[in-house]
């Protein structure tokens, strides 16, 4: 894979392009995230640990489905709602998305262990290596569903894009941070506007 640096500016460029491509279907997005949501919530409040290490198990095949509705409405295609669990039903896919998974998975158990043992303060230490796995991953979900790679390929690939983009990663970091600060005040409803700009900002 050849990897294509971008300006420092894009980001900024790339959330107004992001608007667009969300527009048609901005509800129906909206209803999207608001399934991953419940699911993600429902993990977490019947007990942290099977949020933590079963959570990403769901929630990352789902990603997959949400990148690829995006994709759908960035062409202006047909919103075809089961795209969203797609990430199930094809084994391939499925097990890949689940490699990438698999750290956010341990991260998490890790995290749930320090905090089981009163160890808070160290547990907070894993919230930067979580964020940034996160993003790497989210890059990596795309090459799954877009171009087929294989997990370890597409881990691969998102961590050199990442390391050439590092200026702009930063920039869209602190971009979606305040965007999903908006939502979370415009009653937390919000959010579920701003994640699939987020998506759709990601989709490279």
């Not at 007990?47 to 960035?74: C, M």
């Amino acid at each position: 894979m050849s990897v294509r640096a971008v300006e420092a500016g894009s980001p900024a460029e790339y959330f107004k392009q992001a608007i667009e491509i969300v527009k048609p279907n901005w509800i129906m997005l909206a209803v999207a995230t608001f399934i991953i949501v419940v699911i993600a919530g429902a993990l977490n409040k019947a007990s942290p640990l099977i949020g933590g290490l079963l959570g990403p198990l769901l929630t990352v095949p789902l990603a997959g489905g949400l990148f690829l509705l995006v994709r759908d409405s960035a062409n202006r295609q047909a919103f075809d709602f089961a795209k969203l669990f797609s990430g199930f039903t094809h084994t391939p896919t499925l097990i890949n998305l689940l490699i990438i998974a698999a750290p956010q998975c341990l991260i998490g158990l890790a995290q749930y262990l320090m905090m089981s043992a009163g160890m808070i303060s160290l547990s907070l230490l894993l919230l930067l290596p979580l964020l940034i796995y996160g993003i790497l991953a989210m890059f990596a979900i795309q090459r799954v569903v877009y171009a087929g790679r294989d997990g370890v390929t597409a881990l691969k690939e998102s961590a050199q894009g990442v390391i050439a983009n590092i200026v702009p990663i930063i920039v869209f970091a602190l971009l979606a941070t305040v965007a999903v600060f908006v939502g979370v005040l415009a009653l937390v409803i919000g959010l579920l506007f701003v994640v699939p700009l987020i998506y759709a900002t990601m989709m490279r």
